[in-house]
């Protein structure tokens, strides 16, 4: 293969990985996907593709509509096994965000809603909210009829609505100071403050730093306040699993303001606050190592503030 190929094919790497990532909820499989994309290209009869942009977009969707429908992952998804794989706000993974639709595409919440979809109901949204694919081209993406291609925008947007938490967009300055309280509150061992910072339909599930067998789930303010103080609640138990004492900074993840444990410039845990009127509407944390893989690798770069919680 020439260097033009190649370079062809890099050109569009990044559009790619962040459709894929969108789709699958996961930077490794995204990457994985691209990668299949990439020998795809290469074994292809490349004089014959009219519109490479168009056809490499159809490899990587339906390459990630495989893995969607795959046993395995019906089967993580089922169980409850699956989380969204969180990545730092500027991960070029994360795509265009130029509009409500597209920052909300990429969002934990919506990551999570769509799980609820079907796996082309879940392309169709893609491509229609993050990308402005016409439902022309859609149609022809997923080998359906473009009238299938509406109807199935609709429902996914019917669905997430529905479903979604919170009265959509927050000013990250306000989201900010209301995260920066609530860790406040959780560190002091406040939980009547705690218990006042969240919705009264607050949910919070987290991979239980990758030990627990299953996501652990809470719901009621009372519940969710018990179990973030217990959590934050400093241990030398605690110390050895994070390999030693973290620091506690705040930054934005998938549009959302987020805390990140860091210990010593490596990041072991990190939880993704969704604010509404000022409480706490939902909580995502994610420590299991295989899901922040992608967040460390950005992280080491990443030039943030200082942490806001520096001994623990």
Not at 23 to 41: K, M, P
Not at 143 to 160: G, L, P
Not at 264 to 275: K, L, S, Y
Request: proline letters at 4%.
């Amino acid at each position: 293969m020439d260097m033009a190929t190649i370079d062809r094919f890099e050109a569009g790497r990044g559009r790619l990985a962040s459709l894929a990532y969108r789709l699958l909820g996961s930077a490794a499989d995204a990457e994985d996907a691209v990668q299949d994309a990439f020998l795809r290209w290469q074994a292809a009869d490349r004089e014959r593709i009219e519109v490479p942009e168009a056809w490499l977009t159809k490899v990587v969707t339906n390459l990630c509509l495989d893995r969607l429908r795959s046993a395995q992952a019906r089967h993580e998804r089922a169980v409850g096994d699956w989380l969204p794989e969180p990545l730092l706000d500027g991960d070029p993974m994360l795509g265009p965000a130029d509009t409500v639709e597209q920052r909300e595409s990429v969002s934990l919440a919506v990551l999570t809603l769509m799980e609820r979809l079907s796996p082309v109901e879940r392309a169709a949204y893609v491509l229609r909210e993050a990308f402005s694919y016409p439902h022309a081209e859609i149609a022809g993406i997923l080998d359906i009829t473009e009238s299938a291609s509406q109807q199935h925008v609709h429902r996914a947007r019917r669905r997430v609505a529905a479903e979604r938490r919170g009265g959509g967009e927050v000013d990250p300055a306000a989201a900010r100071r209301v995260v920066e309280e609530f860790l406040t509150a959780a560190m002091s061992g406040r939980t009547d403050r705690l218990v006042a910072l969240l919705t009264a339909d607050a949910t919070a599930v987290s991979d239980g730093a990758g030990l627990a067998r299953r996501l652990l789930r809470h719901r009621t303010p009372e519940r969710i306040a018990s179990y973030v103080r217990a959590g934050l609640r400093p241990t030398e138990a605690k110390r050895r699993l994070a390999g030693g004492s973290p620091a506690f900074h705040l930054a934005r993840v998938n549009g959302s303001t987020a805390v990140i444990a860091v210990v010593r410039n490596r990041v072991v845990g990190a939880v993704a606050f969704e604010v509404s009127d000022g409480k706490v509407a939902s909580l995502r944390g994610v420590a299991a190592a295989h899901r922040l893989a992608r967040l460390n690798e950005t992280w080491a770069r990443y030039e943030g503030e200082a942490p806001v919680v520096g001994a623990w």
